[in-house]
């Protein structure tokens, strides 16, 4: 099996400088044996990207001894240039044993010599057993399918066992943290994924960022590496704010509830506010012109509103044109408003897309989304299906 680069979410920096004469405790040294290259390099992990800064010549006995001068911990790479990446974690006064080859699995890789190191390497090995268990799985998911013979019961097992393995993935990791939480290289831990699955979600275990976050604030309070995770977990906090208070928003619409207020602009400029037609019963119709599930309930929402209009309906249409693909929203909107034949009078838009104030006031997740507001400006139903809209109308008009 061939494990894609451990080093996919090693977002982190710090500087360093090959030499040979440094004090004991300026420096990290690295005694190697490296089989199957004849060159590899010495990275710097960056927030963004590894840079290198030296490359060595493998000689025929594939053992080197190598020393990095550093005045602080920091994270490092080391390129064996055959497409293996090895993460290492350096502390001054290191002496790292590194047995590694450049064309065998990682699991064949032997490093020694640190507790950051035997951190790496205790968080390395839970990705081992993940890997090996997802190739077991899907070996047996091509045979049943091969012979025919692959059914629910087996997709079923298969899951069962995929799942726990995730279970148990997640809680090794939540271990290493809690014993860990005062040790740099622990934050690799939360990078860790299997596929698009982050293993540590900030939403449920924040209080493991916040618990780190104040170890190495403690221990190495002007560390580069403290003061870029404690910023990104201040964007984290803040996302999660974000979700809580639009989760919060997404609760209040349900039917019997006052449909909370909406004031936003026209194409003129023109602020429109919802309670503004209290006394009517009001379709809102949250929609985009890029939204092609929307386009296509125009035209039963353009009879609902031609049927009903001189009885006390109307409809309040919300377009959440501007996303990023759109190179001009508001000529989209306008449009489409046009080719539709949207009659009624109320159109407002923030024209920011999915940015736009009003999905985290109504927590909306998708669109079309529709909210039928009686004549009381209470919420009577909320994203009916289309097919409901006349009969739900006819008996609150």
Known sequence: MKIKSLLAALALAVSAVACSLFSPKEQAVLNMTIANTRKIAILLADTVQAISIDSLDIPASGRLTYKIKLSEPGFYVLDLLQGKRIPLYLEPGDYITIKADATADYEADKIT?????DILNQIN???????????SLEQELSKAEGEGTFNSEIRTRLDSMYEKRVKEHQNALYAIIEKY???LPVIFAFYQSLGQFPLISPMEKFELFEKVEEGLKNKYPNNMHTIYFANRNQKIKEAIEVERKRRENAARIKEGNPMPEIALANDAGEVIKLSSLK???ILVDFWAAWCRPCRANNPKIVDLYKKFKNKGFTVYSVSLDGIPSQPSPRDAWQKAIKDDKLEWPYHVSELMGWNSSIVNEFGIENIPFTILVDKNGNIAAVNPPIEMLESIIKSIL
């Open 181 to 183: 939480y005062n040790k």
């Open 125 to 135: 090995e839970e990705n081992f057993k993940s890997f090996a268990l997802i190739d």
């Open 279 to 281: 006394g009517k019963t």
């Open 113 to 117: 010599g640190s507790e950051g190191v």
